[in-house]
Nanobody
């Protein structure tokens, strides 16, 4: 399974960050798969953002929940992240990942597949 993040590398404060993850080699509707977004701000640790499950249900980090939306496009085998009202503190490398267990752990675990990550900078 391969995952590739895409989207703008620069977003202005107060705007909405939008990223898409294109999946190949596997279906986003495969049973027991959790399609996840994780980020890492410069010089800081990984932060779990949320996932959309194979069933279409979603679960978000409570600290980001009010600003986060994860959706999917099954016809194109993609899932997307929207993070609203961004500030410079949202500057990070954003990763999409396939996880084969239901977890909120931000770190890599056995069975994971991760994209290479994409840097998003929030700046005017």
């Amino acid at each position: 399974v391969q995952l590739q993040e895409s989207g703008p590398g620069l977003v202005k404060p107060s705007q909405t960050l939008s990223l898409t993850c294109t999946v190949s080699g596997g279906s986003i509707t495969t049973n027991s798969y959790y399609w996840t977004w994780i980020r890492q701000p410069p010089g800081k640790g990984l932060e779990w953002i949320g996932y959309i499950a194979y069933s279409g249900s979603t679960y978000y980090n409570p600290s980001l929940k009010s600003r986060t939306s994860i959706s999917r496009d099954t016809s194109n085998n993609q899932f997307s992240l929207q993070l609203s009202s961004v500030t410079p503190e949202d500057t990070a490398v954003y990763y999409c990942a396939l996880r084969t267990v239901r977890t909120t752990s931000p770190g890599r675990i056995r069975g994971d597949y991760w994209g290479k990550g994409t840097l998003v900078t929030v700046s005017s």
